[in-house]
């Protein structure tokens, strides 16, 4: 019993020893910054790839040999013919229903012309009715005829039209596959055509910032490269067009896709990488300090809140989700608290402090 009482005496003479200590110190002189309660905004540093939005294997449906293709990096308009089969077969099959059908013109002129004749001799009761319908039936005939052979030529007319490559939009040829003089399949590519203006970003993201992303969000970029010749790439900007909500099985990534400003797409080519800057939010307002403010321990994370009247009282905190300087934490803070950011070497529990403002 006498033990323990000595024992509490002595914890209370230490503690009173070490309350009048520190009420004896001189202030210790920190610097303080107040709690703030917003969302968290942080930059997530991405690397993405330049395409164009229209990027083209162009082919030919028909079967033939080409007669030429553009040479890689011609610059086309949409429209114009990149390439062309030989037309002489088809020319030729178009010269000889040409010439059926004139014959048969002429022969459906003959038959209007009988047909009047023996309508007159019926009416006289020189002919009969049986001739008049076959001559009838014969006009009409031969005007099914000239129909099928106008339609026939037709068909030859839209092969012609098949036969050349057109641009399906503006942009380069940036690959010729086929050249003059080889046979080419219905379907086989001949030429990529690459759009050289209408660019847009596609990057990967972590499945986690899902739903922290909107369409219409502007994403900062700049191209990879420049700093190998001591020059700093402009930072451009686009804007988020589409999210892909599918996730790659391996990364567990997905899909965005920005357009890319008109103005700084001759800044970029297609399929070139580049270094993406994205701007996430938390969504929520949280409590948050500046990391400089947090003590690590092995023990646990506290911090130092300042009264008002410049006293420090040490607060366990959980550390949460941060940006570059600042972090969310959850303990007994409340946004306009003051914390210590520097001079915690020193600084203990209930001490007095010299407070300094950043």
Known sequence: ????????????????????????????????????????????????????RHDASLSLTLSGQLEWVLEPGTLVRKGEVIGQLDQQPILLRKAELSHLAQREQVNGAYLDKELVRLKRLMEANN????????????????????????????????????????APFSGVIAQRLKRGGEYVNPGEPIARLVDLEQLELRFQV????????????????AAQGGQLLGETPPTQ?????????????????FEVRADIDSSG????????????SLQISSGK????????????RSE????????????????????????????????????????????LERLQDGQTVMRRES
């Not at 506290?302 to 934490?329: L, M």
């Open 1 to 52: 019993m006498n033990a323990t009482r000595q024992l509490f005496s002595s914890v209370v003479l230490a503690t009173c020893f070490t309350s009048a200590a520190l009420a004896q110190q001189s202030p210790v002189p920190v610097l303080v910054e107040q709690v703030r309660e917003q969302a968290v905004e942080r930059s997530l540093p991405l690397n993405g790839r330049v395409h164009s």
């Open 127 to 166: 002919a009969s009715e049986r001739l008049v319908d076959e001559s009838e039936s014969q006009r009409d005939i031969s005007r099914l005829e000239l129909r099928s052979l106008q339609a026939r030529i037709a068909q030859l007319d839209d092969e012609l039209r098949r036969s050349r490559l057109v």
């Open 206 to 221: 972590p499945v986690s910032y899902l739903g922290r992303l909107q369409v219409n969000q502007q994403v900062a970029f």
């Open 237 to 253: 900007q686009s804007t988020v067009r589409t999210i892909i909500p599918a996730a790659d099985s391996n990364s567990q990534t």
């Open 265 to 276: 797409s001759g800044t970029v080519i297609a399929g070139q990488l580049v270094n993406v």
């Open 285 to 296: 307002a949280t409590v948050q300090i500046p990391r400089d403010a947090i003590v690590l």
């Open 300 to 343: 646990g994370n506290y911090v130092f809140r300042i009264d008002e009247k410049d006293k420090a009282h040490r607060v366990p905190v959980e550390v949460g989700e941060g940006s570059t300087a600042w972090v969310s934490v959850r303990g007994k803070l409340s946004r306009g608290d003051w914390v210590a950011v520097r001079g």
